[in-house]
């Protein structure tokens, strides 16, 4: 390989990205499993961490058949060490968190467990902890998108998964914006526009901005930088298309004219049967796997993120979880 | 950051004011796509009066940016509206940084000179070109074509075909013809099992 480009790998702070997408079936493990194997394989000391504690299965694809430990011992409180849960996978550089054994009784985390959870993560030593989040808009889900960096929102090119992409973006948005705001009133007010059939009739970010403005100046500003910081990532997966491809640009658009909110197109990745062959093999996709088209895709979003310097400000990432959400119990 | 009653036409094609031709263009057909009737990436979120509002807009903006003498009127009205918020306060930034213009994905690095068939797509795809385009320009068959791509050898017609095909091919998608398919016949010609191999094989 003449024209390897040698990435810095030298010790600086863990980047934290989270990945979800409101859908299930979209391929955020599959994402997950060979983004974190390509970045291993470029020399980058990388754990998975699989969030998904209702449908683990991160493990299975990065070919470790039966995790020994996984988060729910942390969940369940026996062991609170995040890091005594690491295991090693046949990918040299890449370790994984699994998520099997968890109580279905009690599958998410408590409130301070989360707190503990994230702040744990951001002790990994790695230069890359990826989150792969389970389907679904549950608080906890959430909150783990907003960790680390901003994360990677999957969509596949059908209306159900471009529908949850958005839903799933609102929510995130929506729950960093409340955390931003300081007075209580500008709080409420959020926390009113949130549900989409509320009565000040407020329907875009834009009018809960000016709304905002006309209540509380400061706050105004505060909430056009916490709009102006968020700024998810999108990769668009089981691309058939040039139009389907054109989709990601389509989704940033109506981001940017609807919601106010700036994304960044990560990459696409085509539709792949040697990559759903590999899922049925449980491992991931081989460095150069003899005819996937889906392994060069992903090995150009990996060198893409190994490339960009880490975005988020330390004043998002310090952003305190959410309040408390009563626990279904 | 703006409500989009107040966007210039910039704004609202997503370009910059130094946008070329072909970027505006290339802008305008993207905006023509996002806001059709019943569009994936739209339909969920606008209603049916706001996507033919976004759709004009869009159709406006095209027309006078991609007239030169209407845009360079155009500009200079932009730049008089402005001229007073520039001497008195500095004007908010704006939340939008000037939108990359839309080709966004280099080219995948590859690590050997050859030219095979999920390689073609790699390139086609990229250029937001689809297989029935090809079709189109070369009348060439698009199940061909797909084959080409797919590399299913055997069900393509004789190798002396197969390589105007190809050439053609890389034309359409800016590849050397030449190159592209000397490259993708030697693999062709390597694979003599695949060609021997039965139909119900697979």
């Known amino acids: 390989m003449s024209t390897e480009v040698r990435f810095d790998t030298g010790a600086r702070a863990v980047r934290v990205i989270p990945v979800g997408g409101g859908k299930g079936g979209v391929g955020k493990t599959f994402l997950v499993a060979n983004l974190a194997s390509a970045l291993a394989r470029l020399g980058f000391r990388v754990v998975a961490v699989d969030g998904d504690l209702e449908g683990a299965n991160l493990h299975t694809c990065v070919g470790v058949p039966q995790p020994p430990v996984s988060l729910a011992d942390f969940v369940a409180h026996r062991e609170e060490d995040l890091q005594k849960l690491l295991i090693e996978t046949p990918t040299p550089n890449l370790q994984i968190i699994a998520a ?98 509320n009565e000040r009739g407020i329907r875009t970010p834009f009018d809960l901005m000016r709304e905002v403005e006309t209540v509380d100046p400061e706050e105004g500003a505060r909430f056009v930088a916490t709009m102006r910081a ?85 004043a998002i990432r310090d952003l305190p979880l959410d309040e408390p959400t009563p626990d279904p119990r | 950051m703006k409500p989009l009653s107040e966007q210039n036409h910039y704004e609202i094609l997503e370009i910059p004011r130094t946008a070329s031709p072909q970027e505006i263009e290339r802008a305008f057909r993207l905006a023509r796509e996002t806001y059709s009737e019943g569009s994936l990436a739209g339909y969920s979120v606008f209603g049916e009066g706001e996507v033919s509002a976004l759709r004009e807009r869009a159709e406006t903006a095209f027309r006078v940016l991609s007239d030169p003498e209407a845009r360079e ?130």
Not at chain 1, 264 to 282: I, K, P, Q, S
């Open chain 1, 100 to 197: 099997t054994r968890s109580n279905l009784a009690v599958p998410q985390p408590s409130h301070a467990r989360r707190v503990r959870f994230v702040r744990e993560l951001r002790q990994i030593p790695a230069d890359f902890v990826f989150l792969d989040l389970g389907a679904g808009m549950h608080p906890a889900v959430m909150d783990y998108f907003m960790v680390g960096e901003e994360g990677i929102v999957v969509i596949t090119p059908e209306p159900t998964s471009v529908e949850n992409a958005y839903a799933f973006m609102r929510a995130a948005f929506y729950r960093r914006l409340r955390l931003a705001m300081v007075s209580h009133d500008v709080r409420k007010i959020v926390t009113t526009a949130m549900d989409e059939r």
């Open chain 1, 230 to 314: 968020f700024r998810p990532r999108i990769v668009i997966n089981e691309v058939r298309t040039a139009e389907d491809i054109r989709l990601g640009f389509a989704v940033g658009s109506v981001c940017r004219k609807y919601f106010g909110i700036e994304t960044e197109y990560l990459g696409y990745v085509n539709h792949d049967e040697t990559a759903r062959r590999a899922v049925r093999e449980r491992r991931p996709l081989g460095p150069a796997e003899p005819g996937s088209d889906a392994a060069v895709y992903i090995d150009r979003i990996a060198r893409k993120l190994a490339s960009e310097r880490p975005r988020a400000s330390a």
């Open chain 2, 73 to 202: 009127v155009y500009d200079a009205s932009l730049v008089a509206a402005e001229a007073p918020e520039v001497r008195g306060a500095p004007a908010p930034e704006p939340i939008q940084a000037p939108p990359a213009p839309i080709e966004p994905f280099e080219e995948i690095d590859e690590e050997s000179g050859e030219y095979d068939g999920a390689r073609l797509r790699r390139c086609r795809l990229r250029r937001g070109i689809e297989l029935e385009d090809i079709a189109g320009i070369t009348k060439i068959n698009p199940s061909y074509l797909l084959f080409i791509e797919e590399e299913r050898f055997k069900e393509l017609p004789a190798a002396v075909y197969v390589r105007g095909f190809v050439s053609s091919y890389a034309s359409c998608v800016g590849l050397d013809p030449r190159l592209v398919s000397v490259s993708y016949m030697k693999r062709l010609a390597a694979a003599p099992a695949e060609r021997g191999r039965s139909r119900f094989s697979r």
